[in-house]
């Protein structure tokens, strides 16, 4: 007897941590988990976001709740995660303009080292870009854009949906490798950009194609440059901008999950684990391709090297290109 139960004794000790853990994974979430989202709702990220959100809440049965926090480029965002309990229960959906490009953009007003404070959990969706322009527009193509640009230094009009957001990014990018001058105006989110242009008050916008879909359904904005080096799988008579004269220009939006790094060891195994089943899942990859947007399954481990990559990459272009956030 004595023999057995010191057996039983070492055995118990043994499960004990699995059990614990165990016991953990199956308490989260404890509750509804929000997903900050530093961009504003209707947004090419919002609307992959919410498409994730939903999955993840049948797969885990629980309810994540997207919190579209906009302010100071993103940072209102960050820093409410980076504040957050380390619990799980607080998550970010981050861009790349966020995480890689807003350091070296606004270097004195981030205090937060996305590279340290956020733990990778999933890739989500890659953003494909297009630059696009009135139904009415005197260019047709981006080398028509350039060619106008030129004759008339400043003149030519392009939204945003904010200073450091995308959209911003991305045409600063243009003028600097293409060598014009555009003036920006700046909106309060990314729809209200792409609506500046289907009303025809702007005259180019660097956009998600989730956001031109409804205009290009009723012919109020069309696409005249890809903004990746490759043409879209779907619209492959449109020619990138490296095609038109734009060399080497490459510029592509992804959108991602992330965890505040203190979260427990355990919690995150499970988030990741659950997360990458619904990013893998061909149904969620289905329901973003049909909202314009491209499936980007990235593990922990790839969108880690990714976030390391772009930071780097970002920084010799805004130094080389001399950006500056206005």
Do not use: C
């Given at each position: 007897m004595h023999r057995?139960?010191?057996?039983?004794?070492?055995?118990?000790?043994?499960?004990?941590?699995?059990?614990?853990?165990?016991?953990?994974?199956q308490k989260y979430p404890a509750g509804p988990v929000t997903i900050v989202l530093p961009l504003q709702a209707g947004s090419a990220s919002d609307v992959a976001v919410r498409h994730a959100a939903v999955a993840l809440g049948a797969r885990m049965?629980?309810?994540?709740?997207v919190?579209?926090?906009?302010?100071?480029?993103?940072?209102?965002?960050?820093?409410?995660?980076?504040?957050?309990?380390?619990?799980?229960?607080t998550l970010a959906a981050l861009n790349n303009s966020i995480m890689?490009?807003?350091?070296?953009?606004?270097?004195?007003?981030?205090?937060?080292?996305?590279?340290?404070?956020f733990l990778p959990i999933a890739g989500i969706a890659n953003i494909p870009t297009f630059f696009a322009v009135p139904r009415d527009a005197p260019a047709r193509s981006v080398k028509e854009l350039i060619e106008l640009a030129r004759?008339?230094?400043?003149?030519?009009?392009?939204?945003?949906?904010?200073v450091g957001s995308p959209q911003?990014?991305?045409?600063?990018?243009?003028?600097?490798?293409?060598?014009?001058?555009?003036?920006?105006?700046?909106?309060?989110?990314a729809s209200q950009a792409a609506l500046a242009v289907a009303a025809g008050e702007v005259q180019v916008m660097s956009m998600a194609l989730s956001l031109a879909q409804p205009f290009l359904a009723d012919g109020r904005v069309r696409l005249i440059g890809y903004c990746g080096l490759e043409r879209h799988a779907q619209f492959p008579d449109i020619p990138t901008l490296?095609?038109?004269?734009?060399a080497s220009y490459d510029y592509s939006s992804w959108i991602g999950l992330f965890?505040?790094?203190?979260?427990?060891?355990?919690?995150?195994?499970?988030?990741?684990?659950?997360?990458?089943?619904?990013?893998?899942?061909?149904?969620?990859?289905?329901?973003?391709?049909?909202?314009g947007l491209d499936p980007w399954a990235r593990s922990p481990e790839q969108l880690a090297k990714i976030v390391q990559d772009d930071h780097a990459k970002w920084q010799k272009i805004i130094t080389d290109a001399r950006i500056k956030a206005s």
């Open positions: 057995r139960n010191l057996i039983q004794a070492a055995v118990g000790a043994a499960i004990a941590p699995w059990m614990a853990t165990s016991a953990l994974a049965s629980g309810s994540f709740v919190e579209n926090l906009t302010g100071a480029a993103g940072l209102v965002g960050l820093e409410k995660l980076a504040r957050a309990r380390p619990d799980g229960q890689t490009i807003l350091p070296h953009l606004q270097p004195g007003q981030m205090k937060i080292d996305t590279r340290k404070e004759k008339t230094p400043g003149d030519i009009t392009y939204s945003s949906g904010g911003h990014l991305a045409t600063e990018m243009f003028q600097s490798y293409a060598g014009v001058k555009l003036m920006h105006v700046p909106y309060k989110g490296d095609e038109q004269g734009v965890a505040h790094k203190d979260v427990a060891p355990d919690t995150v195994a499970v988030l990741r684990r659950e997360a990458q089943a619904v990013v893998n899942d061909k149904a969620l990859q289905a329901q973003l391709t049909k909202s």
